[in-house]
């Protein structure tokens, strides 16, 4: 496939479950991001992996979250004990450095994982 | 630090016409790159247009512009010739050398016939 494929579309869970999100980006792509969007609003970042590089973990919001990312290709973005405020649409987006001096990368995304959380 | 502000939560604007959605961004970064992406109701987010700090020209990118004012801080979305398939969320992003975007709220695009 040509674009950045997320698994599964819907995932609904009952409070305490533990869940994974999987995101299959663009071949080639080496920068790897997960984002979090709450209904109505914006994306908030969560993890961002570049090569074999430490990924940036910044953006999770406890340690309930976590990401790996294997071989440089294939992500998963686990939950551990959710919580109702878990329930969101998760969003991976794949990139490639852009040249030229000017910082930033063109994003491709996925369709996302609705979570739901009950 | 990075931040974006979109201070139009919403716009209307008529099939055929112009639209110009405000982009205010703030960053520490001397080097970055200013981004435009679409949302439909679908929830895919879709790339739209790139403009790079030292771009001396602004972005076009068919029906889209992207109108830079650095010393505003300013980068606004023009989309021409608005067509009903381009309701939609709209968001603007700046990201520097941390390569870590920073996206705004949103403005919510209705075209009317």
């Known amino acids: 496939g040509a674009g950045v494929s997320q698994s599964p579309s819907n995932k609904v869970t009952e409070k305490g479950k533990d869940v994974e999100l999987r995101c299959d980006p663009i071949s080639g792509h080496t920068a790897l991001y997960w984002y979090r969007q709450s209904l109505g609003q914006g994306l908030e970042f969560l993890i961002y992996f570049q090569g074999n590089s430490a990924p940036d973990k910044s953006g999770l919001p406890s340690d309930r979250f976590s990401a790996e990312r294997t071989g440089g290709s294939v992500s998963t973005l686990t939950i551990q004990r959710t919580q109702q405020e878990d329930s969101a649409v998760y969003l991976c987006?794949?990139?490639?450095?852009?040249?030229?001096?000017?910082?930033?990368?063109?994003?491709?995304f996925g369709a996302g994982t609705r979570l739901s959380v009950l | 630090a990075q931040k974006i502000t979109q201070t139009q939560p919403g716009m209307f604007v008529q099939e055929k016409e112009a639209v110009t959605l405000d982009c205010t961004y703030d960053?520490?970064?001397?080097?970055?790159?200013l981004f435009w992406y679409k949302q439909p109701s679908s929830g895919e987010m879709i790339f739209l247009i790139y403009q790079g700090s030292y771009d001396q020209q602004n972005a076009t990118e068919g029906r889209y512009s992207l109108n830079f004012q650095k010393a505003r801080k300013s980068a606004n979305l023009v989309i021409s010739a608005s067509q009903l398939g381009d309701s939609a969320m709209y968001f603007c992003?700046?990201?520097?050398?941390?390569?870590?975007?920073?996206f705004g709220r949103g403005t919510s695009l209705i075209v009317h016939p």
């Open positions: 987006a794949s990139s490639s450095p852009l040249a030229g001096p000017s910082g930033g990368n063109i994003q491709y």
């Open positions: 992003a700046v990201s520097g050398g941390s390569y870590i975007p920073t």
């Open positions: 960053t520490s970064d001397p080097s970055y790159g």
